[in-house]
């Protein structure tokens, strides 16, 4: 456990972000050491946790996640550095965005090659209809390790859900760690069922209507009683439990 003493909230932000960077190294999203989630800490303004730079997913757990403020300085006793890129984008996001509970950034093998599809996310499944108009579009700069860049990205994600960022990946952003993590699992699947098709059928895949696509769009969030993850969250820690428990320590 850390050396200082963390409130119960923090603690268990702590616990679901670890949850989640060891779910994504199972579904395979990880990128070595490279890309990161954060989550924002309760109670206290632009604090967030973000993993140590050097770890694998696999690796990280409560205890080693590293606590630091939009302004890229570390807070507390970490022994660990953090990547400057998890402040370009992280920080910006969070700094900007107070309903940010949870920042998920990925370089993952699908989520790149939609990154290079002119047309983006397209609404073909009932997964990518979740995302319908909710993805913004953030064109390829260099690497992201600069403050103006940051500037740009905040204002393309504006209030959406998320970002294919071209050439590069997909960021997705939710009240909740569970949030963030699910509607990246929704992209993660329709990014793949859509480019599998086009693949299979040389570029032309079956696409709903934009009223039909809204419509499911608004059967998925309902009245926003039950937000993405709600459900899903404690079976998918049942299911990290069973196979390494760990990422709690």
């Not at 905040?154 to 952003?173: C, F, P, Q, S, Y």
Request: include cysteine; proline fraction near 4%; charge should be negative.
């Amino acid at each position: 456990m850390p050396a200082r003493k963390v409130s119960e909230a923090e603690q268990a932000v702590r616990v679901d972000l670890a949850a989640a960077y060891r779910l994504a190294a199972l579904n395979g999203w990880d990128d070595t050491i490279y890309t990161h989630i954060s989550a924002a800490v309760p109670g206290e303004a632009g604090a967030y946790l973000i993993n140590p730079y050097g770890l694998l997913f696999e690796e990280v757990c409560a205890s080693n996640l590293v606590k630091v403020n939009t302004r890229g300085e570390k807070l507390g006793d970490s022994p660990h550095r953090v990547n400057p890129t998890g402040f370009a984008i992280h920080g910006a996001i969070h700094a900007a965005r107070a309903n940010a509970g949870c920042v998920l950034h990925l370089h993952t093998h699908w989520g790149m090659a939609l990154a290079m599809v002119p047309g983006g996310l397209l609404p073909t499944t009932q997964h990518a209809m979740r995302l319908f108009q909710r993805l913004g579009r953030h064109a390829y700069e260099g690497l992201a390790l600069g403050g103006p860049e940051g500037e740009r990205l905040v204002a393309r994600l504006g209030e959406l859900d998320g970002l294919i960022l071209e050439n590069h990946g997909t960021l997705t952003v939710g009240q909740t760690v569970a949030e963030a993590y699910m509607l990246m699992h929704h992209l993660e699947r329709a990014a793949r069922a859509q480019l599998t098709a086009m693949a299979a059928s040389g570029g032309s895949v079956l696409q709903v209507s934009d009223a039909v696509a809204q419509h499911t769009y608004r059967q998925w969030v309902g009245d926003g009683a039950e937000r993405d993850g709600d459900a899903e969250w404690p079976a998918l820690l049942r299911r990290l439990d069973k196979i390494d428990p760990s990422y709690k320590d």
